[in-house]
């Protein structure tokens, strides 16, 4: 028997999937839970509210607790970090220290410490002791990893990654799973070596993955292009998919757009007259093609994942990988795994 955990880390929510190759998918253990980053925010919160300084170390996470910290300093209360801890707020250090933050090697006197932290390794195995599971043998996560690119934007750097998708690895969604991310994919590489050396993956490949592990979705691409969207709780991300690759990528913010303007981007996706311009305009992340097939027919069939998905309600199939939406970056992820990625 071999026990694996499978997280998807997204800004709200860390969605888990505790997966027995010997027991039905059914009966596997299910958690959606507030993510790491909620949960430094409420730490945070807690502490600005008992006018305490905080002393943030650990590593790079998601920075979801963010607006949390701003809020802190707007009440006239101080913030220090190690210099590891200061990835998770940005690259540049300099910038760092301009929202008038101290760096600093070790924790000033009466200062409260908040460890910032995307995997913790004793915590869950406390977590999962309290409800009687082991610790598994391997653990495989998923989380938005922007990168450093000290030469260009985040959303441009991040773009590349995408151009990398769709050109040099053809499409192929499991060109995002990694066994060893690229050197700008530093956030990955902190969950990878923080829980084990286990595979790490882009989010929204996870997603895609997650929409594909459901076979009358994968087996519609092999006849039409299909588009999946997972509309999550910072970002949405659209697809164009036909025959199980990729031929299209969206990527916008979730709190940007009416449901509007969203349909009408997708409208514009579908044809391949969106943008990449149009979206970065806009504020979004950008949009890429590869020439779109005469067979994916318009790519019509619309699959919705994420937890804001109901702003398109009525505009697609909502999908329930595994029988759990909210794991789909999970199931996602075992489909990586069973694939041998």
């Avoid at 039409?224 to 199980?244: D, K, P, R």
């Avoid at 509007?260 to 979206?279: I, N, S």
């Amino acid at each position: 028997m071999k026990s694996t955990l499978f997280l998807d880390i997204g800004s709200g929510t860390q969605d888990v999937l505790y997966y027995r190759d010997d027991m039905e998918l059914e009966n596997c253990s299910k958690f959606v839970l507030p993510s790491p980053a909620k949960m430094v925010a409420k730490r945070i919160m807690e502490l600005t509210e008992a006018g305490r300084d905080i002393y943030m170390y650990g590593s790079n996470m998601g920075g979801g607790f963010f607006g949390a910290m701003k809020q802190h300093l707007t009440a006239g209360l101080h913030v220090a970090i190690h210099p590891e801890a200061a990835f998770a707020l940005n690259d540049d250090p300099k910038r760092v220290a301009a929202l008038g933050i101290t760096i600093c090697e070790d924790c000033p006197t009466g200062y409260v410490p908040v460890e910032l932290s995307d995997f913790n390794a004793g915590w869950w195995g406390a977590y999962l002791g309290m409800i009687g599971l082991p610790y598994p043998d391997e653990v495989v996560i998923a989380a938005q990893d922007h990168g450093v690119h000290k030469d260009e934007g985040n959303r441009i750097g991040r773009f590349r990654l995408w151009h990398d998708l769709l050109t040099k690895h053809e499409g192929n969604p499991y060109s995002l799973v990694y066994k060893k991310p690229s050197e700008p994919l530093t956030r990955l590489a902190t969950i990878q070596k923080a829980s084990g050396g286990g595979c790490v993956s882009d989010s929204a490949s996870a997603a895609v993955l997650g929409a594909l592990f459901v076979p009358e979705v994968a087996q519609r691409s092999w006849r039409t292009g299909i588009t999946v969207v997972n509309v999550g709780n910072s970002h949405i991300s659209a697809f164009l998919v036909y025959q199980e690759k990729i031929y299209g990528v969206y990527e916008h913010h979730t709190g940007m757009l009416t449901e509007e303007e969203l349909l009408h981007d997708l409208k514009e996706f579908r044809r391949g007259w969106l943008t990449d311009e149009m979206v970065r305009d806009s504020g979004g992340h950008g949009c890429l093609y590869l020439e779109l097939p005469d067979e994916g027919e318009g790519f019509f069939p619309t699959y919705l994942l994420g937890p804001k998905r109901s702003i398109l309600d009525g505009s697609g199939v909502m999908l329930a990988p595994g029988g759990d939406m909210m794991l789909a970056g999970c199931f996602g992820l075992l489909k990586a795994m069973q694939n041998g990625e």
